[in-house]
């Protein structure tokens, strides 16, 4: 797998940094997330392939450590509130001391400097300073959070994961880590770059929801069927749209020009009493193998048997048989090989982590002993 030998240190957080773990492991890392001791269960959803030590770090012992094992990794990555590490005495200053090829990864919602640096917030907020919640929602609607895939996964994790894979390239020519400073507001921004770069040809010149892709346009929208379920349609192109109008089954001479923005209410009264009169199975059957850019919106339990998504596998099944959407894109040579066993318990592999990271059995001992450490696996052997 691509990532194969590169080792990772993952500081448990809520959604957008276990995601970048993920991505790590899925496509090979060795990612050890470090959990809190005492804690009564697992919240993290995002542990596929990683392991768990448990470390209590509001002791000396504690951050000794996870400085230790940092130390020897190629990848720090916190979800920590701006100061936290650098109060443990983990900040990048001491790290990277001591492993000069350490990439320090931080992913925050409003980066390291600035007078938001300090303050708490989820997506929503991120998003809302990104600028890029002014534009999402329906016309005459408050503006909308999408569920938090923008700035927690796409602005955060994904762009963290982006982040470290660049400083581990870089790393190959010089020889030297470097601190990733991610930010949830810059990375959501910057997914909307398109946005921000088509204002100059007029793409965003109406109010939200009234522009062709935030659902202003007809042609880019959903519909009701008769049995209550959605198609979604994006027939932007006049070629794909002239085949959205043969499927409805309507007259393009008898309807208003499809960029004639005034026009706009009255075409989508128009597809949507069309839509209506039909079931999805109906359309689907229409809009199947035709260039109309119309598809039925699947449910998560109906998506991996759509018999596209089937042939290319593109969701997997664990052993316990949840599923998930499997690693994307795919490598051609070194796919990702994600792993099919239950996500780990917290600390089930201290002992395991620890024993590789070089301690001594006395050593791990003390540390179980002293509850600096906790060890939650069935079978622990010392
Ligand atoms: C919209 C999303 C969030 C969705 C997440 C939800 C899925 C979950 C949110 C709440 C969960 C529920 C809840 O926990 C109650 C139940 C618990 C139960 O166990 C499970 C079911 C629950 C219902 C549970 C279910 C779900 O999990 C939830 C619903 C987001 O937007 S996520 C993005 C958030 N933002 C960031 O990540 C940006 C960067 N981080 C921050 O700004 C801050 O960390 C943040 C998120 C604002 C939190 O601030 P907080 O004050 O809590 O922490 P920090 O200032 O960062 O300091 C951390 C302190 O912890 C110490 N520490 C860390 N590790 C250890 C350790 N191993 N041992 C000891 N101590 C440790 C660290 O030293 C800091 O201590 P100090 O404060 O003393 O410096």
């Not at 990794?73 to 109060?87: A, C, I, N, Q, T």
């Not at 193998?289 to 991996?304: K, Q, R």
């Not at 590789?356 to 509850?371: F, H, P, V």
Request: hydrophobic share 40%; aromatic share 8%.
């Amino acid at each position: 797998m691509a990532l194969a030998g590169v080792r990772v240190i993952e500081l448990a957080g809520l959604a957008p940094a276990p995601f970048c773990g993920m991505i790590l492991a899925d496509f090979g890392a060795s990612v050890i997330r470090v959990d809190r001791t005492k804690m009564a269960m697992n919240i993290d959803t995002q542990a596929r392939g990683k392991r768990s030590v448990a470390i209590n770090l509001k002791t000396a012992a504690g951050v000794s450590l996870l400085k230790k094992l940092c130390v020897q990794s190629d990848v720090v990555l916190e979800p920590y509130r701006k100061g936290v590490m650098e109060k443990l005495g983990l900040g990048p200053q001491e790290l990277l001391k001591e492993n000069p090829r350490l990439i320090y990864a931080r992913l925050t919602g409003y980066g390291q400097n600035g007078p938001l640096a300090l303050a708490a917030g989820h997506d929503i907020n991120y998003l809302a300073i990104s600028g890029l919640l002014s534009r999402l929602g329906r016309s005459t609607e408050k503006p909308y959070a999408p569920l938090n895939l923008v700035a927690d996964f796409a602005g955060g994790g994904l762009s963290c994961a982006l982040g470290i894979v660049l400083a581990l390239l870089e790393r190959t020519k010089s020889g030297k880590g470097q601190i990733v400073d991610a930010s949830m507001v810059e990375g959501a921004a910057y997914v909307g770059s398109f946005v921000w770069k088509s204002h100059r040809i007029g793409m965003w010149n109406n109010p939200r929801g009234q522009n062709m892709l935030d659902s202003g346009a007809p042609f880019y929208d959903t519909y009701q069927t008769s049995d209550g379920k959605y198609m979604a349609v994006g027939a932007i192109e006049s070629q794909f749209y002239k085949e959205l109008l043969k499927g409805l089954e309507l007259d393009s001479a008898e309807l208003p020009e499809q960029m004639s923005f005034n026009d706009w209410p009255k075409l989508r009264h128009i597809f949507t009493e069309r839509f209506a009169s039909k079931t999805l199975a109906e359309w689907t059957r229409i809009f199947e193998g035709t260039d109309a850019c119309v598809t039925p919106v699947l449910s998560f339990e109906e998506v991996s048997s759509h018999p596209h998504n089937q042939q290319r596998g593109s969701f997997i099944k664990d052993q316990s048989g949840e599923e998930s959407p499997r690693p994307a894109p795919v490598l051609d040579r070194t796919p990702a090989e994600p792993c099919l066993k239950a996500d780990p318990m917290v600390g089930e592999h201290t002992v395991e982590v620890l024993e590789e990271y070089g301690l001594k059995a006395e050593q791990i001992e003390q540390l179980l002993a002293t509850g600096v450490v906790e060890s939650h696996a069935t079978k622990t052997k010392l």
